[in-house]
């Protein structure tokens, strides 16, 4: 919900609002403004600089909002983006001018908010819902008429002119958002990635007939990230031998808890613990066997692929892999699980998404089925794996959701 106390204000209030919404039925509206309420947005800000050119910038860092002499354009809000893919950048999760960071001495012409348009007699049920969130007394039946903007903070104009939904269209996005609904309360969305990087390890060791306590795993990445996705592992029998991360880097060879390591790392290590904790950088994991090598860093030398010494390369997220790199792979007889089925398809639905408009959190629900459909890939025999991962079509799950 949005507080009155996160409302950035100018001379202690607002002046004239203006609210438009596209044509949603009373059902539709519902589920869409609950889901929502405004909370997880997007930004693309068309900046004009002191030239007077307007400059686009998608998601643009505070700091970058002081070098156009805190001039903007048009401010315009998309409410159809995964917050979370922004998280590093001014935005956050209430609409709140306070966390733009905004200048004392800067100006909007105006700012845009691309939510959903009701019809003019749904409007005064917007207007009450609006004037509950905000607690306050700015908004007024007529500001849903008004067009008047200008250069300080005393208008905002809020409409929408990027959403214009057919009835299929509408039907999908419904559909996505009741799946939505239905399925977070059952699965950790943070969680994601690790889990269908661990699904994608599962499926490849069955394929192989592989028994996951006879192969060791060492996973390069940064955050909480390669312990969380070790912790998955480990407790289903793999043998994890080593780990890079921000917070430092591991060879296990005696067997040590990770979670040990962990704790070890971040209380400071002794000089007795460090002689127990082999600390290697990237490039001496070179020198380290293992059967499955799990990547969430995308850049490194590409001398480094010809010395690693594994059987599977795991993309936890897309890696920057050229003809050069492909061809070592190959050579050395190395696999490649890409982040086309270890991102839960995420690389391969972005597109798709933006030319959908469909929420990319909305489209990561549907986990589910993208399960259901690696199951039935998996099966298939005669297929190479790759030709496989391929036959994996977010397109054709949307269509058998809608």
Same mark, same amino acid.
């Given at each position: 919900m949005v507080d009155e106390k996160v409302i950035y204000k100018k001379n202690g209030s607002f002046g004239k609002i203006d609210f438009f919404l596209e044509n949603f039925n009373d059902k539709e509206k519902e589920t869409i403004l609950n889901i929502y309420n405004f909370k997880e947005i997007f930004v693309n800000i068309p900046l004009k600089s002191s030239d007077g050119e307007i400059k686009n910038v998608t998601g643009v860092k505070v700091d970058n909002?002081?070098?156009?002499?805190?001039t903007f354009s048009n401010l315009r809000i998309h409410p159809y983006f995964d917050i979370?893919?922004?998280?590093?950048?001014?935005?956050?999760? !209430?609409? !709140?001018?306070?966390?733009?960071?905004?200048?004392?001495?800067?100006?909007? +012409?105006?700012?845009l908010i691309d939510p959903f348009e009701i019809s003019t007699e749904e409007k005064e049920e917007v207007f009450k819902m609006f004037s509950s969130l905000l607690k306050n007394e700015i908004l007024e039946k007529e500001i849903f008429f008004s067009s008047?903007?200008?250069?300080?903070?005393?208008?905002?104009? *809020?409409? !929408?002119?990027?959403?214009? =939904?057919?009835?299929?269209?509408?039907?999908?996005?419904?559909?996505?958002?009741?799946?939505?609904?239905?399925?977070?309360?059952?699965?950790?969305?943070?969680?994601?990635?690790?889990? +269908?990087?661990?699904?994608?390890?599962?499926?490849?060791?069955?394929?192989?007939?592989? +028994? =996951?306590?006879?192969?060791?795993?060492? *996973?390069?990445g940064f955050g909480e990230k390669p312990y969380f996705l070790s912790k998955i592992l480990k407790k289903e029998g793999f043998n994890i031998v080593g780990i890079l991360t921000h917070l430092g880097s591991f060879y296990d060879p005696y067997g040590i808890q990770i979670d040990e390591f962990y704790k070890n790392y971040l209380s400071n290590f002794s000089s007795k613990e460090e002689a127990r904790y082999k600390k290697i950088d990237l490039y001496t994991f070179e020198n380290v066997r293992s059967d499955i090598s799990i990547f969430y860093v995308d850049i490194f030398k590409k001398d480094f692929l010809k010395n690693l010494n594994t059987s599977l390369i795991v993309e936890g997220r897309k890696m920057l892999l050229g003809e050069m790199e492909i061809e070592t792979i190959e050579e050395k007889g190395i696999e490649l699980l890409p982040s086309e089925l270890t991102c839960s398809g995420e690389i391969l639905l972005y597109d798709e998404l933006r030319k959908n408009r469909i929420p990319k959190k909305i489209a990561t629900m549907i986990q589910k089925e993208i399960y259901e459909k690696m199951d039935e890939i998996f099966e298939t025999d005669g297929e190479d794996l790759r030709t496989k991962i391929l036959k994996i079509s977010f397109k054709n799950i949307l269509e058998n959701l809608s």
């Open positions: 909002f002081l070098s156009y002499n805190n979370n893919y922004f998280r590093d950048f001014a935005i956050l999760n !209430t609409i !709140t001018f306070s966390l733009f960071g905004i200048p004392v001495n800067g100006s909007f +012409s105006s700012i008047d903007v200008n250069s300080n903070y005393n208008d905002i104009k *809020i409409f !929408t002119d990027s959403f214009h =939904f057919d009835d299929l269209e509408r039907k999908k996005v419904i559909s996505f958002l009741d799946y939505y609904n239905d399925l977070k309360k059952d699965i950790d969305i943070d969680k994601l990635n690790e889990f +269908s990087v661990f699904y994608s390890i599962l499926k490849y060791c069955e394929l192989k007939k592989k +028994s =996951f306590d006879e192969l060791s795993v060492v *996973i390069y």
